[in-house]
């Protein structure tokens, strides 16, 4: 049995959430204070060229960390670029980012990962979809087909970042097609932790055969820690400083999800416009 800790942020560039000065330093010291395992990064700047304390901020954050990373660039300016990144404290056998940008004035990647956690092979993806439905229902269709084509059923999987899903449109289709299910929608209330690993088997099971896809806006109930189910809607993380859309997400299937919060507050409000989500998840 392995506890991990899995952190999704997106950093708006090593910049503060209004933009006006330079966060990378103390966002660094935020996250070696949470001791992560798993960091799914969006808004990770790879080059700036302007400004050399922003330079190679995935390569800053590992090393500060003790973290081995992967980086994916999605937007490539004259003098910058960013993307996606993972980073992790176990090893990173192999990355790709697929490109699934739907126009030009967005660049978004999808950057797949395959870490070995004693042993047993996670597949990690960090997403950062686009700001407009029709673009995020087509590069979700390629999160699926990714999903279907390249992650066996039997191994586990993490979909993490920021979905820009701000009316939560988009999780009946991980449930139903992928058994992806949001951590705090299966997160445990109240200190219930007795029922955790029968619950978590339950709704694994529930799940084989997927049934049919349902049409993209209808809700989809989970099932909760007491097998009973729950609509449970993700947390506000944007603006982080007067949260009030609910953009970010941790989705999982093969864990069992001990607890899973938004870290609101000091230093967080300041650090970046995103409010950053942390679970700590269960590897049997």
Known sequence: MSVIRVVSYNIHKG??????????????????????DLLFLQEVQGRNQQHVSLDAQHESLGAALCMQTAYGCNAIHERTDHGNALLSRYPILKHENQDISDHKMEQRGLLHAVVDIDSTPVHCLVVHLGLFAGGRSRQVAALLERIKRLV??????????????????????FVKQLGLYEVFAIAPQNG??????????????????????????????ELGINGAARLTPPPRTFPAAFPWLRLDRIYQRGFAVRRARVLHGSPWRQLSDHAPLIAELELP
């Not at 066996?152 to 999780?171: H, K, M, Q, Y």
């Not at 694994?204 to 997927?210: A, C, H």
């Open 15 to 36: 910049r503060s959430a209004t933009g006006s000065r330079e966060s990378l330093a103390d966002l660094r010291l935020g996250l070696y204070n949470l001791r992560p």
């Open 192 to 221: 219930d932790l007795g029922k955790l690993r029968t619950s978590v088997e339950r709704f694994r099971n529930s799940l084989r055969p997927f049934p049919k896809p349902l049409p993209l806006a209808q809700k989809v109930h």
């Open 152 to 173: 066996p059923e039997d191994e586990p999987l993490l979909v993490a970042g920021d979905f820009n899903d701000w009316n939560n449109r988009l999780a009946p289709l």
